[in-house]
């Protein structure tokens, strides 16, 4: 059953609470928020549970669909509606409901996504993203944005706001391994410093995880510098190009020593070390 509450402030509250104690999930784009942030399908799962949350003070609906995406070598997508060679799309096997749903101020709906047909899938991964596209309201006349062309005819500019999130299906064994490689540290100024580097990825499936920095003096004290959380390469992409921001602290001498970097698993219990690169400062 589908559950639609008018919440009460109190109830309401209680599901921001859980949301931010769970921030790595939460994916948040104007006034509504989506946790989690990616779903993935692998084992016995089949059903999931996505909560959405209207922080705003408007009543907003929302349409839902679902959108392909390949990933480029800087981590960004582009929209595209044929699969790459060793992508595959995963929308034909998903079911959601609603398909729409219209949110109060402080009102919040779960919305349920489940796998069909999973027995005649090959082995592999499938992905597709799930598209939470703002439904305009209509512009009171007299109130719109409008602009012209060069030749004299008005264009009313309506924006259009929307959240997209990974859905992936896992079918088999996993195989892939990840390493990184190519890094490149660039002094931005005297407060911080660019580490750049390439996060490969071989094999079956997506990588996703966490990067963390470390400087290791001389004398083998290691301390953390950096770090984001939630860094994916999707297949079939073999690696991608990324951009860790440090801040440069004065107790530490980036002149020597040792600097690393390493790619943690986002497992629930004790992570997973992907790959790890040490260079010389």
Do not use: W
């Amino acid at each position: 059953m589908i559950a639609k509450n008018s919440i009460s402030k109190k109830i309401f509250a209680n599901i921001i609470v859980v949301l931010f104690f769970t921030c790595s999930d939460l994916f948040a784009q104007g006034d509504l928020l989506v946790n989690p942030r990616r779903i993935v399908f692998d084992g016995s799962k089949r059903v999931y549970e996505l909560n959405l949350a209207n922080t705003g003070s408007d009543t907003a609906r929302y349409n839902i669909s679902f959108i392909q995406y390949r990933m480029t070598e800087d981590g960004s997508f582009q929209e595209i509606t044929e699969p790459e060679e060793g992508q595959f799309f995963a929308d034909k096997n998903l079911r959601f409901f609603p398909r729409s749903v219209t949110l109060a101020p402080n009102e919040a709906q779960i919305v349920k996504m489940q796998v069909v047909n999973y027995n005649n899938l090959k082995q592999g991964e499938y992905r597709s993203h799930a598209y939470f596209r703002a439904v305009p309201k209509p512009i009171a006349l007299g109130s719109e944005s409008v602009v012209s062309d060069s030749a004299g005819l008005s264009i009313q500019l309506v924006p259009i706001f929307g959240i997209t999130i990974p859905v992936i299906i896992r079918v088999g064994e996993n195989n892939t391994k990840s390493a990184l490689s190519d890094l490149i540290i660039h002094k931005q100024d005297d407060t911080t410093m660019i580490l750049e580097m390439k996060i490969n990825r071989s094999g079956n499936m997506s990588t996703y995880g966490d990067l963390r920095a470390f400087h290791i003096s001389p004398e083998g004290k290691e301390t953390p510098v950096g770090g984001i959380n939630g860094i994916a390469v999707y297949t079939p992409t073999p690696y991608r190009i990324f951009k860790l921001p440090i801040k440069l602290a004065n107790d530490i001498n980036f002149n020597s020593g040792r600097l690393k970097v390493e790619y943690l698993s986002q497992a629930d219990t004790k992570q997973e070390k992907l790959a790890v690169l040490t260079i010389d400062l």
